[in-house]
């Protein structure tokens, strides 16, 4: 073998190294997942509240969200109530109680007398991609990108086996 063609060998060899660096180097971008792919999208401290949960809890919790919201934003009060932890129920009913005129003091009744949603609102509430489950005993946030990109954080309370959406909305990260 001549100097010549050891010279390209070994320009062939750098270039196959180099290309290989390169295309390993790309396949790491994309592939954040948890509380970390919302990183350049927001420096809420929600991002390292508690552990990540599994890919199965986020699952779950996730459809427990998509579920509340769907309800929710059809104003299906009843369904809305059911998907609220106790804590959020017990709240309500107070507010009710004491600082209303109603009759009916249930969540059902309570959120038909006062909540009002807007046409943005309820669009809103039908786009959900949930990205992280952040948890510390028994309180926990789903985070997620809603319409548009936007990142909101879902408080949650864990009952029992299930968990239990612990606001009536969620919060804006993004």
């Known amino acids: 073998m001549s100097r010549k063609e050891r010279a390209r060998l070994l320009v062939v060899l750098v270039v196959a190294v180099l290309a290989a660096a390169l295309l390993g180097a790309c396949g790491d971008s994309g592939s954040t997942s948890g509380s970390d792919q919302f990183r350049d999208q927001t420096k809420s401290p929600l991002l390292d509240f508690g552990a990540e949960g599994s890919g199965s809890e986020l699952e779950e919790v996730d459809a427990t969200v998509s579920d509340f919201l769907a309800v929710h934003a059809k104003e299906d009060w009843g369904a809305t109530c059911a998907l609220l932890s106790k804590q959020m129920l017990d709240k309500l009913e ?3 109680t004491n600082s209303t005129s109603l009759h009916d003091t249930s969540c059902p009744a309570f959120l038909d007398a006062f909540v009002v949603l807007s046409a943005q609102e309820k669009r809103e509430s039908a786009e959900i991609e ?15 990108h809603g319409s548009e990109d936007v990142v909101y954080a879902m408080p949650l309370e864990r009952e029992g086996s299930a968990w ?9 990260l993004s």
Do not use: F, N
């Not at 949930?130 to 997620?144: D, E, P, T, V």
């Not at 239990?164 to 804006?172: H, N, T």
């Open 130 to 144: 949930g990205g992280s489950l952040r948890q510390q005993g028994a309180k926990g946030y789903l985070i997620y």
């Open 164 to 172: 239990k959406v612990a606001a009536l909305s969620p919060q804006r």
């Open 94 to 96: 107070r507010l009710a």
